[in-house]
């Protein structure tokens, strides 16, 4: 009896044993930046190094060790924790390289990393984001982690950066770092994230699809109605989708104009006001409890250029019902743009 007790104890010690070691066998990632030609700051470099190869080697730790995240002892700001930590309850990822070679952007205030690759495990079997994520990642001026989101689609990416003449590369930059953290702040229900971005004054708008009563000819049609909110009005309502849904995943593509047609004004500038710009997107929105699919048109303030607020948002059915069960696409000249936005806050 007593060495059946020993054997069992023995068995429990190398369990534990094992659990103890599993880190250990996690390779680290080593991870290389690039910048253009004359950067003079290698000790900045360094850091920028070390601090994300310590932060991926314990995403693929706690990974492998089917564990929360651990951000004791990593080099990054509260902030960054937290977007971390809730990305780990959306969903588990990993990176699977075991050299990450990436090129650095230096802002006005900060470093950029935009395209660190990483395999997604979501924690739903129906969330619909794929397997391959790649994550932005901010740093401040002596290489500590102040920010890590989701990237925007490649493709898309690529599109807010060359369309839009009229904005300068800097801001177009800038536009598309905001428009990244808006769209990481729904997929993980950030809601103080919401409520800093849009302005006291904000204007929501939102389409519904209704039908018309039946005419004489018993024929009835579709038409989007339009229904205002006000800010307390639309957070009111995003908390209770983020409490209705175990996951939503959004995602944003087709930046501009009509897409199909090789459109691409990109990102806009107000004749008006020269503090605001406009950005039009095609929107997917998918959730355990709804979907669809729209276009939404955000008009971001940047008087202060730190805090860009957002000053009018838009969301339209991408199409309507039409005769016979099909669906008609929405008109171009009926999706929404700088002009007729600007017009709802005079």
Not at 26 to 51: L, S
Not at 131 to 142: I, L, M, P, R, S
Not at 187 to 202: G, R, V
Not at 286 to 315: A, C, H, M
Request: proline share 3%; charged share 25%.
């Amino acid at each position: 009896m007593t060495d059946k007790k020993n054997m069992n104890r023995m068995r429990r010690l190398y369990l534990a044993m094992l659990i103890l070691l599993m880190p250990l066998c996690v390779k680290a990632v080593n991870v290389t930046i690039t910048f253009d030609e004359g950067f003079p700051k290698p000790a900045v470099t360094e850091k920028i190094q070390q601090n994300l190869a310590a932060v991926l080697t314990e995403i693929n730790a706690a990974y492998q060790g089917k564990r929360n995240i651990n951000t004791i002892g990593l080099k990054m700001d509260d902030h960054s924790k937290k977007m971390l930590v809730t990305m780990w309850e959306t969903m588990h990822f990993y990176c699977d390289d075991e050299e990450v070679v990436d090129r650095c952007w230096p802002l006005k205030n900060s470093y950029l990393l935009r395209g660190i690759p990483l395999i997604a495990d979501p924690q739903d079997e129906a969330f619909a984001g794929g397997q391959y994520q790649e994550a932005v990642v901010e740093f401040d001026k002596n290489g500590n982690i102040i920010d890590f989101r989701l990237k925007l689609d490649a493709q898309l990416s690529e599109s807010m950066e060359r369309c839009g003449n009229v904005v300068e590369t800097e801001r177009r930059m800038k536009i598309l770092d905001y428009v990244e953290q808006f769209r990481t702040a729904y997929c993980t229900k950030d809601i103080k994230f919401m409520e800093q971005i849009f302005s006291e004054d904000a204007v929501i708008i939102t389409g519904t699809v209704i039908k018309t009563r039946p005419n004489d000819l018993n024929q009835s049609n579709t038409k989007v109605v339009y229904n205002r909110q006000n800010k307390q009005q639309y957070l009111t309502n995003l908390r209770r989708a983020f409490l209705r849904n175990k996951f939503i995943d959004v995602k944003f593509s087709e930046i501009g104009g009509d897409a199909d047609n090789g459109g691409c004004p990109g990102i806009t500038r107000s004749a008006n006001n020269p503090n605001f710009y406009g950005v039009r997107l095609r929107q997917e929105w998918k959730s355990s409890n709804y979907s669809d699919e729209g276009y939404v048109f955000l008009l971001w303030d940047f008087t202060n250029e730190d805090e860009p607020v957002i000053q009018v948002r838009t969301w339209q059915p991408s199409y309507i019902p039409a005769a016979g069960g099909q669906k008609k696409k929405i008109a171009e000249e009926d999706i929404f743009d700088i002009s007729s936005v600007e017009e709802m806050i005079q």
